[in-house]
């Protein structure tokens, strides 16, 4: 029995190490874990995601979102005059009834109608909060409208594309003898005033395609361009003689509308005139050239579609002598 002793002491002391060696090597591991999570991001460079405004060209890929509007009127140098201000430190507009320091105490007017709301200091004008006020220009595109916002007197230049305004009133454009060129592509216009544009003395160009129209107002004599692609024009939507007083009118696009005569008498200084895909089926042999004088020739008019119409070019032969090249289409 005395010869086990020793054994069992030494079994003993085996134990109480192993059990302290244990705890320490437990807290070890849990040390090291840290270290070896933090090792498997060395490799990552995490410096290319910190975008500011110096390197995001370099981290983002933007060429896909190129823009393909043409915003014709912008120049190197744009001054911002219109650009309504953001006021610093907006205050509330007191209540009626209420007494500020140096304010008289607001009393409701006489009578049962409703009270109108005060107006709240630097807000500027109200297409201005609507829309992007560059200098002359107002970018209205894609922002939701139903009708033509108020625009600056010195406006030049409107882009309300992608919108759903309704209709065109006079009233819209009163007053804006700067503006050259109106832009109301892909809305939902089905009427415009007759008057709509007539008092714009400066207007050149008119842009109406892909809307709902079914007929043009009267036009200023000061139009160069007008684009009315993709309506529903026919040819009762136009005034007689419609274009005949335009005598600066160099591009008239009515393609994919439902017209079935050429709207004559056309300007001398028409360059380019496209019909395609309506209902014409015939035209008279003065529609370009005057029959009666045969050394006209029309330099200016080089550019005629007629493709996607009914009509048979070749029966009329007499109607092209003057021009410079035939027009497009089903001969």
Known sequence: ????????????????????WAVPAKERRKAEKPKAELTLYENLDLDNYDVTLDNYGDILDLSNYEELYDYGDLVPKIEVGTLAPRPKDPKPVPELGETTAGTPKL?????????????VPGQGLPSCLLCLCLGTSVYCDDAGLERIPALPPDTA??????????????????????LKRIDLSSNSISWADADAF???????????????????????????RLDARLNRIPSAGLRPEAFRDLKQLQFLHLSDNQL????????????SLHLQNNKIQTMHEDTFCDSQEQGQIRRALEDIRLDGNPINLSLFPNAFFCLPRLPTGRF
């Open 107 to 119: 009393q409701p007017p006489s009578g049962a109608g409703p009270v109108p709301a005060a107006p």
């Open 260 to 271: 079935d005569f050429i709207p004559v008498p056309l300007p001398e200084s028409l360059r």
């Open 198 to 224: 007539r008092g714009l003395p400066s207007l050149q160009e008119l842009l109406l395609p892909e809307n709902r129209l079914t007929a043009l107002p009267e036009l200023p004599r000061s139009l160069v």
């Open 157 to 178: 230049y409107l882009y309300a594309r992608f919108n759903r305004i309704g209709a065109v009133r006079a009233r819209d454009f009163s007053g804006l003898e700067k």
């Open 1 to 20: 029995g005395r010869r086990m002793c020793p054994l069992g002491w030494l079994g003993v002391a085996s134990l109480c190490l192993g059990t302290l």
